[in-house]
Structures are given as structure tokens and as C-alpha cells.
């Protein structure tokens, strides 16, 4: 009689045993060696400057040892000989052995980037002999197709370092890294639309705190402002009516694996009414067990 061979479970899939990936990249003056470091005190292990070619076998690297290296970031630089415009292939790649790698494009608005390079007397490194906007039009051609690949898009346009850090950190640190993550953003449509919203919600029918005397020097978040916004008629069915519509499509983003939302909330200049239902709509999101957080993108421009 044959003795049968014992049977052993697979290995598990990198997914599986926990590993954690992040790819990590954007346009130059964007910000990335601020994400860099911010990960870096979340935890990640963070290569930067890596090859794309080398991005499957660091990957490896990282799963088989385990420990601390399984939450590794990558930041790719344009500037790199290697990098290449084919980055939707290498994390197919990637998903492919088994990784559920997370790409977040860093940008900023043309004049906001030219502002920054003048402010350290650096060309770009793309600009060769023409101006510095030619070097950041050759740059956004290039990765054109890894900003539509992105599963997050920070725009450091309006933040400081302090506030991207604490960004990636709220981002990145703490919670089960494959829930949805929502980020209810409060914005001025004076200063434009934020450029990675998925939903815009407009507070602007609501009466402006501004015309009121004792309330035109305080925020949305102070109780007197937020009582005034959310005492309006109509407030509450606003806020309640987003959040419904946000934990009803909550589970189909998770399905289709999109990580992260944005949900920003205008008023005219980013300091009351949006404010106010941006930290109500965060509450009642977390009331109902979502992942939230509120930003407030323009607060304290005027």
C-alpha cells in the first residue's frame, strides 16, 4: 500500500500574508519627498528614486522578508534613465503575482510648481534649454497616463508641508488599508475647484454667515457658526441626503477596489458654510462606521 504524501496549505498570496504596497509618484515640486518622509513615520519602508523596471523585484524583496518590509513604498521620479511612461503595465504586473500595490500622484497647479522652482533657483528637470513651463508641459505629457492610473491624487497646490504630511498620514496610517477612505474637503469656489473631488457638493444656497456681523470673523468650526449653517432650512436634508448617497455607493467603490474618495464641499470662500457641513457630513459618515476625515483646503486664506 502507497503511502499518501502529506498535504500542505499554499503559501499565502503577497495580499494575503499582509503585505502592504505603495507606489509613490507625481510631478517634480509636487511634493513627493514630503510623502516620502510622511510614510516613513507611518511606517513604510520607502525606496525612492527606484527604477520602474525594478519595482516587481523589490516587491519581492519585501514579501518574502516579511516583518516590517512588508509596508514598503516606492516613489518613482521622472528624472530617473529608467522610468518609463508604462506604468498601468507594471502594476498589472504587480497584481499580477499576487500585490494590491496603491499608486498616489502627487500634483500642483502649473503657476504654484514655477512659483516653487523659482523659490530655490532650480531648473526642471525636463526644462533642457527652453523656459521652466516647458520642462512641467513635457513632464505632464509624460506621466499623463499614470495620473489617470492613480488610486489617490493629492494636490499640494494649497498645503503646506505640515498639512500633506498629516495628509498621507491620515491617509496611510492606522486603519485596515483596504477600507474606503473618505476625505470630506471644504473649498472656496473663488479659489477653484479641487482638481481630485469624485463628488461636489455646493453649500452656496445656503445664507452666508459672512452678512452677519458676530459670525463674519469665525469658522464652521467654531458652534456658533456651525449652529447658525446647520440650523438653516434645508441644512439637514443636505447633509443627510450626501450621506446617504456616499454609504450607498460605499460598497460598490470598495468592490471595484478604489480605496479613496473625495468628497468636497463649497461655499464661496471655504470659511463657513462649507466648513460647517464638511465636519457634519465627516460625523455622520463615521456615525454609520465609514472611514472619514474632514480637510479644509482654504481655511484661513482670508
Known amino acids: 500500500m502507497t503511502e499518501s504524501m502529506p498535504e500542505f496549505p499554499p503559501e499565502p498570496s503577497p495580499d494575503e500574508a499582509g503585505t502592504d504596497l505603495v507606489v509613490v509618484t507625481g510631478v517634480s515640486g509636487g511634493g513627493r519627498s514630503t510623502v516620502a518622509r510622511a510614510l516613513e513615520n507611518v511606517g513604510f519602508y520607502v525606496v525612492d528614486n527606484l527604477p520602474q523596471a525594478l519595482m516587481l523585484d523589490m ?11 512588508r509596508r514598503t513604498a516606492m516613489v518613482l521620479d521622472v528624472r530617473s534613465r529608467a522610468f518609463s511612461t508604462d506604468l498601468a503595465g507594471a502594476v498589472r504586473a504587480l497584481k499580477d503575482r499576487g500585490f494590491s ?45 499614470a495620473r489617470e492610473q492613480a488610486d489617490v491624487i493629492i494636490d499640494t497646490s494649497h498645503l503646506n508641508v505640515n498639512q500633506l504630511r ?15 477612505r473618505i476625505t470630506v ?25 459672512f452678512w452677519v456681523p458676530e459670525l463674519r470673523d469665525h469658522t464652521g468650526l ?16 443636505f447633509v443627510g441626503t450626501y450621506a446617504e448617497l456616499i454609504a450607498s455607493t460605499a460598497p460598490g467603490f ?38 472619514a476625515h474632514a480637510s479644509h483646503r482654504d481655511l484661513g486664506r482670508e
Open 59 to 69: 516587491a519581492q524583496l519585501a514579501f518574502e522578508a516579511g516583518g516590517a518590509a
Open 101 to 145: 500595490p496603491r499608486v498616489v500622484f502627487v500634483d500642483a497647479d502649473d503657476e504654484v510648481l514655477i512659483r516653487r522652482f523659482e523659490s530655490v533657483r532650480r531648473s526642471h528637470p525636463l526644462q533642457g534649454d527652453g523656459r521652466l513651463a516647458d520642462g512641467i508641459a513635457a513632464e505632464r505629457k509624460l506621466l499623463e497616463e
Open 166 to 180: 498629516r495628509r498621507v498620514e491620515e491617509l496611510f496610517g492606522g486603519e485596515d488599508a483596504r477600507r474606503l
Open 185 to 209: 474637503l471644504s473649498f472656496g469656489f473663488k479659489y477653484g475647484l479641487p482638481p481630485d473631488a469624485d463628488y461636489v457638493m455646493d453649500a452656496r444656497f445656503l445664507p452666508n454667515p
Open 222 to 237: 467654531e458652534e456658533g457658526v456651525s449652529n447658525y449653517v446647520l440650523g438653516q432650512e434645508g441644512a439637514n436634508d
Open 254 to 291: 470598495e468592490r471595484e477596489g478604489k480605496r479613496y474618495l473625495t468628497v468636497a464641499v463649497g461655499c464661496t470662500g471655504g470659511k463657513h458654510r462649507s466648513v460647517a457641513i464638511a465636519e457634519e457630513l465627516t460625523t455622520r459618515l463615521r456615525d454609520i462606521r465609514l472611514s
